[in-house]
């Protein structure tokens, strides 16, 4: 079994910035991908950004430059820099690790974007 939690979510000015982080514990192994993901109310659970294991990234199109995923292999944990918020980007923010083809989430950190 793996737990995530997530940290660092709150209430934020647009133009400003927030780093998400996410800790994972339990049965980790080298070989997975982790990431974030986004649910907006009313919406469907989108990707945020992912970072394999060897170090490579993806980001969607609405974040790319503004975002930056990182990890600390010895720390288990995946961060996400976020810059120049904007309103749009509200939602609450999920850690979520695929591993050998299970996918585990953490309960969800809230990301409050004021215009």
């Known amino acids: 079994q793996v737990q995530l939690v997530e940290s660092g979510g709150g209430l934020v000015q647009a133009g400003g910035s927030l780093r998400l982080s996410c800790a994972a514990s339990?049965?980790?192994?080298?070989?997975?991908?982790m990431g974030w993901y986004r649910q907006a109310p009313g919406k469907q659970r989108e990707l945020v950004a992912r970072?394999?294991?060897?170090?490579?990234?993806n980001y969607a199109d609405s974040v790319k430059g503004r975002f930056t995923i990182s990890r600390d292999y010895a720390k288990s944990t995946v961060l996400l820099q976020m810059n120049s918020l904007k309103p749009e980007d509200t939602a609450v923010y999920y850690c979520?690790?695929?591993?050998?083809?299970?996918?585990?989430w953490g309960k969800g950190t809230l990301v409050t974007v004021s215009s």
């Open positions: 339990g049965s980790i192994f080298g070989i997975n991908v």
């Open positions: 979520n690790i695929n591993q050998f083809g299970e996918e585990y």
């Open positions: 970072i394999i294991s060897g170090g490579s990234t």
